[in-house]
């Protein structure tokens, strides 16, 4: 509800707004808040069963997608942490998929692939994120691996690899990714199979 509320969800997950400044306790009271609530959501997540999560999912997921827009580790944690339990109920559920493929197109899919991006973030977010990213392309398909083409995540995530070479689990993560993209498609798997090894990923993977 706090964050369903606020009328600038961006803007609070940054704890500060774009346009007016705010003294420094103003904001740290604000990302002390959303730290303790995405908690508490993510807790709350793990609580519930495969079923009230499909139902949750569409709504949930947009609400949160806006979060990864925060500068702060931990609220980027907790929402990746609630992402990742929605993404893995909703997984092999076609009906619930289908009502999650336009969220990951318009805006979730970009959000992930900005936390991969060479910045302050601790690299369990960009390890967070690029699982994520991973069981979009399981639970979403053909449509998620399309938005990481056009939104050039593909170049992103090459970058993450080069930066982050003794990081297993994203690593692994990538690997499964690449497959899935390898599977996605029959029709555009050719062309998918180019792009990937014209950008080099599977070469920064080995």
């Given at each position: 509800?706090?964050i369903q509320?606020?009328?600038?969800?961006?803007?609070f997950a940054?704890?500060?707004?774009?346009?007016?400044?705010?003294?420094?306790?103003?904001?740290?009271?604000?990302?002390?808040?959303?730290?303790?609530?995405?908690?508490?959501?993510?807790?709350?997540?793990?609580?519930?069963?495969?079923?009230?999560l499909?139902?949750?999912?569409?709504?949930?997921?947009?609400v949160?997608?806006?979060?990864?827009?925060?500068?702060?580790?931990?609220?980027?944690?907790?929402?990746?942490?609630?992402?990742?339990?929605?993404?893995?109920?909703?997984s092999?559920?076609?009906?619930a998929?289908?009502?999650?493929?336009?969220?990951?197109?318009?805006?979730?899919?970009?959000l992930l692939?900005?936390?991969?991006?060479?910045?302050?973030?601790l690299?369990i977010?960009?390890?967070?994120?690029?699982?994520?990213?991973?069981?979009?392309?399981?639970?979403?398909?053909?449509?998620?691996?399309?938005?990481?083409?056009?939104?050039?995540?593909?170049?992103?995530?090459?970058e993450?690899?080069?930066r982050?070479?003794?990081?297993?689990?994203?690593?692994?993560?990538?690997?499964?990714?690449?497959?899935?993209i390898?599977?996605?498609n029959?029709?555009?798997?050719?062309?998918?199979?180019?792009?990937?090894?014209?950008?080099?990923?599977?070469?920064?993977?080995?």
């Amino acid at each position: 509800p706090l964050i369903q509320k606020h009328e600038r969800p961006h803007e609070f997950a940054c704890g500060k707004s774009l346009f007016e400044p705010r003294n420094t306790s103003t904001m740290t009271s604000g990302i002390d808040i959303l730290r303790s609530s995405t908690l508490m959501l993510a807790s709350l997540c793990r609580s519930k069963s495969d079923t009230d999560l499909k139902q949750m999912a569409p709504n949930l997921l947009k609400v949160v997608a806006e979060l990864l827009l925060s500068l702060d580790s931990d609220v980027l944690i907790n929402v990746c942490s609630v992402i990742r339990i929605v993404l893995n109920a909703v997984s092999f559920d076609d009906s619930a998929r289908r009502e999650i493929e336009s969220i990951s197109e318009q805006r979730l899919c970009k959000l992930l692939l900005d936390c991969l991006k060479d910045c302050p973030y601790l690299q369990i977010v960009q390890a967070s994120a690029m699982e994520n990213i991973y069981l979009l392309t399981l639970g979403c398909g053909d449509v998620s691996v399309q938005s990481i083409i056009d939104y050039n995540g593909l170049v992103g995530i090459r970058e993450l690899l080069s930066r982050s070479r003794a990081d297993s689990s994203i690593r692994k993560h990538v690997c499964w990714m690449v497959y899935n993209i390898f599977e996605s498609n029959v029709y555009k798997a050719e062309k998918r199979i180019q792009i990937v090894l014209d950008i080099g990923i599977i070469t920064c993977v080995l």
